[in-house]
Antibody
């Protein structure tokens, strides 16, 4: 059974860099897209970006200048870095598995990491 | 401001049928598949419906969806208390070259 386990710092100050990692257990890393989604308090879902096993990332244009998504296939892990955070980046961050053809087929999710940015 | 538009809330009594709408544009719903996610309180979203009314294993056939033009709808028949959750629609957006989501609809079972 595929599981995603995510971790990272939950409390940041403005201008710091958010760093989260998601480990994939029970499934080959190849053949899927690995996705980051966030959900601000009381709000909807926002796609941050994605990466495939070969390491080709794609980012939401609204965040592109601050986001880096990378993959470590030797550890079956992928990571998110978001620089220069502000209070607007306060959210629950999820990692998810998307299909190779249909990325929105996100059938496996991490439990989420709450990130709070204080000024 | 979400790209896809959903009503913020919906409600129904046990056994009723409720529908949740999702409105988009030609660059997303109008030209791509619609997906629906269910989010129970305090948990991660769960894939509920995908690509023309298909359901992952374990999702009851009380859940169904439909699409017409640039709008889609999720229908839940035989409403049950455990259906109380937030529901999100999503679609690939050709202009963004990425996925877009609705703002979510909070379903209350009265």
């Amino acid at each position: 059974q595929v599981q995603l386990q995510q971790w990272g710092a939950g409390l940041l100050k403005s201008s710091e860099t958010l760093s989260l990692t998601c480990a994939v257990y029970g499934e080959s890393f190849s053949g899927y897209y690995w996705i980051w989604i966030r959900q601000p308090p009381g709000k909807g879902l926002e796609w941050i970006g994605e990466i495939n096993h070969s390491g080709s990332p794609k980012y939401n244009p609204s965040l592109k200048s601050r986001v880096t998504i990378s993959v470590d296939t030797s550890k079956n892990q992928f990571s998110l870095k978001l620089s220069s955070v502000t209070a607007a980046d306060t959210a629950v961050y999820y990692c998810a598995r998307g299909g190779v053809t249909y990325r929105l087929h996100m059938d496996v999710w991490g439990k989420g990491t709450t990130v709070t940015v204080s000024s | 401001q979400s790209v896809l538009t959903q009503p913020p809330s919906a409600s129904g009594t046990p056994g009723q049928r409720v529908t949740i709408s999702c409105s988009g544009s030609s660059s997303n719903i109008g030209s791509n598949y619609v997906y629906w996610y269910q989010q129970l309180p305090g948990t991660a979203p769960k894939l509920l419906i995908y690509r023309n009314n298909q359901r992952p294993s374990g999702v009851p056939d009380r859940f169904s969806d439909s699409k017409s033009g640039t709008s889609a709808s999720l229908a839940i028949s035989g409403l049950r208390s455990e259906d109380e959750a937030d529901y999100y629609c999503a679609a690939w957006d050709d202009s963004l070259s990425g996925p877009v989501f609705g703002g979510g609809t909070k379903l209350t079972v009265l």
